[in-house]
């Protein structure tokens, strides 16, 4: 198979046996939720570009697959969800070190996901910046569509640093 070819017109971004709209976060074993985790084969799916590294992790963040996101960051990852109010999404703060993204994953798994696409992707060399939409239920019942900006810094194949920037008014709303 080639390299970004997929089985049978499959979305890379969705498991086989996940039905479509089934919340990514939620499929996630590590969050305990039902379905499985496709793992990354990297014999198959070789990551030799910065666009290649970055789609691959956006991907996994979309299916809420924790493991494959921590085969492809740094040990000294620093993961920062930037907010004007930090009271106002829950996990907003910067995660240090490889151990951190579990913490990270913990906070999002308090949210229905029903949308998670990746819109864009700009490069400049070893810095990446991607747009995803997110759309996600909160807790308290209330539906949030949001435009994220994550600018990447890359090295060695491995994220080094992830910024999130994203709407804190939506999402505060959302949690008030």
């Known amino acids: ?34 379905g499985r985790v496709d793992p990354i084969d990297r014999q198959e799916h070789p990551l030799s570009s910065n666009p290649d590294i970055v789609r691959t992790i ?18 000294d990852v620093r993961w920062a969800v930037n907010a004007a109010d930090r009271d106002a999404a829950p996990w907003s703060c910067v995660y240090q070190g490889k151990r ?3 913490d990270f994953f913990a906070e999002l798994s308090r949210l229905t996901f029903t949308d998670f696409t990746l819109k864009a992707v700009l490069i400049d060399g070893d810095l990446p910046i991607t747009w995803p939409h997110v759309a996600f239920t909160s807790p308290k019942g209330r539906d949030v569509g ?7 810094q890359l090295a060695d194949g491995k994220a080094r640093s992830v910024d999130t920037l994203l709407d804190t008014a939506a999402v505060g709303a959302a949690f008030a």
């Open 146 to 152: 949001i435009e994220e900006v994550q600018i990447w």
């Open 58 to 75: 956006t991907a996994a963040l979309g299916r809420g697959d924790l493991l494959a996101v921590m085969g492809l960051v740094s040990k």
């Open 100 to 102: 951190s993204p579990p």
């Open 1 to 34: 198979m080639t390299s970004g070819a997929h089985p049978a017109g499959r979305d890379p971004g969705r498991s086989v046996a996940d039905p479509p709209g089934t919340s990514a976060y939620a499929r996630n074993l590590y969050l305990g939720g039902p």
